[in-house]
């Protein structure tokens, strides 16, 4: 199978072709240094084709890694697979950040928490077992440090992350790149269990209108 993976949602976005028939799988990629997603990204596409000698009628799918992350980065992907989706009528499949980011602790068996920067002193997390994600959602410190105390490894990418979730020992990996999103792409490929372009939203795991609601509301001191 040939893929174009792309991923824009961290501090640098990139760009890859993967291609399972030959022995390296990895056929190309780019990296799209800072901000620069957003102007880069479709010359660096169609450059990266041209190079492989590829169309882009010929791909079996496009993988995008929808986030959670930077929201102009996240929404610069998503809308460039779902583009080239439509325009070569070729599958599109979307994987979670958090879920690339749990597959690079290297821990297939145990309990994974993916752990990523939210602001505000809030974390995008994901709690994988055996590879099958559980759950994902916009957690406090308090919640992270419940998913901890069960025992899973927490694996983060970002050292303010890291330094924020010190206490717990968290394992620091480096960021993930477009290329690791093709173990968790191949598998869903295989089953074509595709994303419809029409209706793909970015993962920005906001919380909904009850969580928020939900809360107590501030007493202001008269």
């Not at 993967?18 to 620069?36: H, K, N, W, Y």
């Not at 998503?78 to 979670?96: C, I, R």
């Not at 939210?118 to 099958?132: L, T, W």
Request: hydrophobic share 45%; with cysteine; net charge negative.
């Amino acid at each position: 199978m040939r893929l174009l993976i792309i991923d824009t949602c961290g501090s640098e976005g990139s760009v890859a072709l993967a291609d399972t028939a030959q022995a390296s799988v990895l056929v190309a990629s780019e990296m799209l240094p800072g901000r620069s997603a957003s102007e880069r990204l479709m010359p660096v596409v169609r450059q990266l084709l041209g190079a492989a000698g590829w169309r882009l009628q010929e791909l079996t799918a496009i993988v995008v890694v929808h986030g959670p992350g930077s929201f102009t980065g996240v929404r610069v992907g998503v809308s460039a697979a779902k583009g080239l989706s439509e325009a070569g009528s070729v599958p599109l499949v979307a994987v979670s950040r958090l879920a690339v980011l749990a597959k690079l602790a290297g821990r297939p068996d145990g309990e994974v928490c993916a752990v990523l920067d939210a602001g505000r002193g809030e974390f995008y997390c994901g709690v994988y077992a055996g590879g099958r994600c559980e759950r994902e959602a916009l957690m406090t410190r308090e919640e992270v440090d419940g998913i901890a105390a069960r025992g899973g490894a927490i694996v983060v990418c970002e050292q303010k992350v890291a330094e924020a979730l010190n206490a717990l020992t968290p394992l620091m990996v480096r960021e993930p790149q477009a290329v690791d999103a093709l173990p968790l792409t191949m598998e869903r490929v295989d089953e074509r269990r595709f994303d419809d372009a029409a209706t793909l939203d970015a993962n920005y795991l906001r919380r909904t209108d009850a969580e928020i609601f939900a809360k107590p509301a501030r007493v202001v001191a008269p």
